[in-house]
């Protein structure tokens, strides 16, 4: 499945009546608990400041999504969710590895608070390469060293 990295901000949001739909269908699929807010209310809370959705992109629709809250030196990610009728394909992790590769390119870590992730989130993020810092808090994702595999 050849899944390509979707950058939501505002702008984008308020540009693409497509992107609108299956942004908030892939939110609306989420478990209950999952949400602190309705999929539309949550979106655009997120898209308020500096956040943003990176996405899974598939045939021109949005089919995952991870919320991206980034400061100086990382990019924050929450609410990791796909689409229930395309869950268990990579979808997930391949949404992930694209993101890790945006974070690079714009000389950023990953990080995921460690207490608002489901148990299986985080063993996804272990699985990939993610490790709970020393203290627990958070799961961090580093960058590679300049010019490696490259």
């Known amino acids: 499945m050849p899944v390509t990295l979707h950058r ?12 609108q739909t299956d ?13 602190p807010l309705p999929p539309e209310a949550f979106i655009q809370a997120q898209l308020e400041g500096s956040g943003f959705f990176c996405c899974a992109r598939f045939n021109d629709r949005l089919l995952g999504a991870v919320a991206v809250s980034p400061d100086d030196e990382a990019w ?11 869950r268990r394909r990579g979808v997930g992790s391949r ?22 992730l489901p148990f299986p ?24 060293p300049k010019g490696a595999g490259q």
């Open 23 to 35: 942004l908030v269908r892939i939110y609306a699929d989420a478990p209950d608990e999952r949400l």
């Open 8 to 19: 939501v901000d505002h702008a984008a949001w308020e540009a693409d009546a497509q992107v």
């Open 95 to 116: 949404l992930l590895a694209l993101t890790s590769a945006a974070a690079h390119e714009d000389g950023h870590r990953l990080r995921a608070m460690a207490s608002e």
């Open 76 to 86: 924050w990610l929450s609410h990791l969710c796909v689409r229930k009728t395309t």
């Open 121 to 144: 989130d985080q063993m996804l993020l272990s699985r990939l390469g993610y490790r709970l810092t020393q203290a627990g808090d958070y799961f961090e994702l580093d960058l590679p």
